[in-house]
Structure formats: C-alpha cells, structure tokens
C-alpha cells in the first residue's frame, strides 16, 4: 500500500501566525504547546498533520514503545512490557536504532487517563515485584506532536495531565502507591472553535503560545486556497512533489534554528521590554514573561539571529499574551493584537 500523500505546510495560504507558532514550538518544545483558536475550515488540523513532514528525521530504539532515543539512559527498559527486548539491551546488548520522521500522535475527545498517561499491572507489582508498564498516547507522543482537536471538549482533568507533561517533560503513572515515570517530551497541539466553548482561564494560561485564526478576507487568497485544494485533490504524488524544494528549504531551516537556539542571547534592556509588554497589558503572574523570553529566543533562531531584537519580542507579544489578558465577563479570548503593539509602543516609552 502507497503512503498517503500529505497536504505540505509550505503550500497553506496565508494563516502565517498559526505556522510560526507551530514552527516555533517544535524548534523550542518547551515553549509548552500552542493552542490554535477559530472558526471551521480555516486549516488547523491540515497545517498540523502536514508539519511532521518538514521536520528532520529522529532515531530511536527500533520498536521501542517509550520512542527511546539510543543515547537515552535505558533505566526504563527495566519495566519494558517487551521481555526480549528488555532482557536483550539489560544484558548489555546493542539496541538496534531506526531513523524516522516525527510522528503525530492524536488524542481521542473521549479518551480516559489510563489511554493518555498508561496503566501497570498491579497484579505483578504486588506478586513479584515487576512494574510491568502498559504505555498510554504520551509515551507515543513522547520526541513528536501530540494533537489535540476540539480540545475544549476534554475532561479538564485530562487537560490538566497533557499541559503537565507538556511543561515537564515527564510522564507519571500512579496506581495504589506504585508509580512509573518516562520521558514524555513533545510538541503539544490544540485546536478549538470558541463557538463550541471556552477553556479555563487557568487552563488557557497554560498553553505556550495562543493564536487566533480566520477564513481569508482576500478574494485573492480565496482563490488561491481553491486552486491548491482542487490540485492537491486532483493527483495528490504531482502535487506534493511539486513543493518539495520548499519542503526540504523548510526542513533545513528548522534544523538549523534548533542547533542556534542554545547560542540565542538576549540583551538585559530587553528584558525589561518584555516585563513592561506584561505590565501594560495586564496579565497575571509571570509565566507570560518567561514565555515571551523563549519565544523571542526562539524567533531569532529561526530568523538565522544569535542575538534577540526588538523584533522578536513584538512577535513573541503577539503569541504569547493574547491568551493571558484579563477579561471582562463575555469578553472574547481574541484580543487586538493592535492593543498589544500600543501596550508595548507605551512600554517603551518608560525609563
């Protein structure tokens, strides 16, 4: 059976927010996801499925269930639920590595804890002392993209579980005074329609980064948007292989960025941009200020900087305040982002 050909990021018109938050978050995973908020049919879950085929390749332990890197500390490979393979890289032996693309792991609007974070098997804990792990969708997602649609819809416990991980890295399931933690680093994903609903404040706070995402206004981009569609649809193989010059441009740009973002400096002036930036569009807390300072970081990596500027935190306001602005009741989530710039543009102005 042919791979099922996917529609490429680069060829999404328009919607250029929605992807750089996207791009940021998988150059920085611990900018701690992105929610993508708007109406239907404005190509928020195609813009997502289609990023894992511009990211670089991994390698992982062949078949391994926790997407173990081989440089990776192989401690967990004790409560494997694989016998020979546990017993195998135990003994001392080579795992055996592959190379893959990132994978996107969707999470079910119905799905309970045990699916997300895993179960254990008591039975065994209890009789002879194994801690045999059944890996839930974090172990999965753990080195790719956890995606998230309607993400509004969940259980709120179970929203809380994924912006944990998310923030952490870590995956802990807990059962009758036995726990298991695995690595569970990934770049999280959410999409929602506010006309469905809203999240939590403390739940939205959580979220990294927050965009806002609308049909084209443009009769231009309309079109555009049609003609793409109808060729994609059209041959789906001619299409994609049309666009992987700029797919594989993608690729090395991300690559690069990831590499860079270690070496990002930021002047101490700019640091108080950034408070000011919170300051004045009055959001609570700090965690906006420490978001907004991995953004810019991020943002200049990608710009092919290795010193933050002025520029990067105007687009890391953009990103990462929106969401956090304290609200009147019935007050939309979506905030100016013009407001953001004057807030900023005020700032600046304070000695």
């Not at 894992?52 to 990776?72: G, K, S, Y």
């Not at 770049?187 to 927050?210: A, H, I, S, Y």
């Not at 003609?227 to 994609?232: D, G, I, Q, V």
Request: hydrophobic share 45%; charged share 30%; with cysteine.
């Amino acid at each position: 059976m042919s791979k099922q050909s996917v529609y490429p990021f680069p060829a999404i018109v328009g919607q250029e927010r929605m992807k750089l938050a996207l791009i940021l978050n998988v150059i920085n995973p611990t900018l701690s996801g992105v929610l993508i908020r708007g109406e239907k049919g404005t190509a928020k879950s195609t813009a997502v499925r289609a990023l894992a085929e511009i990211l670089p390749e991994i390698e992982v332990v062949a078949d391994c269930p926790f997407q173990r890197a081989p440089w990776d500390d192989a401690e967990i490979c004790r409560d494997c639920p694989r016998a020979a393979c546990r017993e195998g890289i135990l003994g001392g032996a080579v795992p055996g590595t592959v190379r893959r693309r990132i994978r996107v792991v969707e999470l079910p609007i119905g799905a309970t804890e045990d699916r997300v974070v895993g179960t254990l098997d008591l039975e065994s804990a209890l009789k002879r002392g194994e801690k045999q792990v059944e890996p839930g969708l974090l172990a999965a997602a753990h080195r790719g993209i956890l995606y998230v649609d309607e993400v509004n819809l969940l259980d709120d416990h179970v929203v809380d579980i994924l912006l944990d991980s998310a923030a952490m890295g870590v995956c802990t399931v807990e059962r009758e005074g036995i726990s298991f933690s695995h690595p569970a680093r990934f770049t999280l994903v959410g999409t929602m329609n506010p006309e469905e609903g809203e999240l939590r404040p403390q739940l939205l706070d959580r979220f990294g980064l927050c965009v806002h995402v609308e049909g084209a206004h443009d009769a231009g981009e309309r079109v555009a948007v049609m003609e793409r569609r109808a060729a994609f649809d059209a041959d789906p193989e001619r299409f994609v292989r049309q666009w992987e010059p700029e797919v594989r441009g993608w690729v090395e740009k991300i690559r690069l960025a990831q590499e860079r973002l270690s070496e990002v400096r930021v002047d101490r002036g700019l640091l108080f941009e950034i408070a000011r930036y919170g300051l004045d569009a009055g959001v609570d807390g700090h965690r906006s200020d420490i978001v907004m300072l991995k953004t810019a970081k991020t943002h200049a990596a990608w710009e092919g900087r290795l010193e933050v500027v002025r520029a990067d935190i105007e687009a890391a306001a953009e990103l990462a305040l929106p969401h956090r602005v304290r609200r009147q009741p019935l007050q939309d989530v979506a905030l100016d982002l013009k407001a953001i710039r004057r807030a900023g543009s005020v700032g600046q102005g304070v000695s």
